[in-house]
């Protein structure tokens, strides 16, 4: 593949290329073009790395819920047993 400074942006035909997106492998110029954790992105390609990594914050929230949920569950279960057999204990 050639350099991309020898390509133009495919955002921006007029102007002159500065990176390659690691992602999709287009040639974008600088202001198109996002580095993120030493990586050359696109903008789409950065987006949908963003929904991707907001998508797991949300499973894992929920399933942080739901674990939490569960155990005060369990903790009403033991303290219903306890106050049960507390009762029966005083009649």
């Known amino acids: 593949m ?3 400074l020898s ?8 102007r002159r290329g500065f990176a390659v997106c690691m992602s999709c ?5 600088q202001e198109c073009a996002t580095t993120w954790n030493g990586v050359n992105h696109c903008r789409s390609c950065l987006a949908a790395i963003g929904a991707a990594a907001a998508s797991g914050r949300r499973a894992r929230a929920w399933i942080a819920w739901a674990a ?3 155990l005060l ?3 009403a279960g ?4 306890w106050s049960t057999a507390l ?3 005083l009649w």
Not at 7 to 14: L, Q
């Open 2 to 4: 050639a350099s991309p």
């Open 7 to 14: 390509e133009s942006c495919a955002n921006h035909p007029d």
């Open 25 to 29: 492998r287009k040639v974008v110029c």
């Open 68 to 70: 939490s949920c569960g």
């Open 73 to 75: 569950f369990v903790a």
């Open 78 to 81: 033991y303290a219903l047993a």
């Open 87 to 89: 009762l029966a204990r």
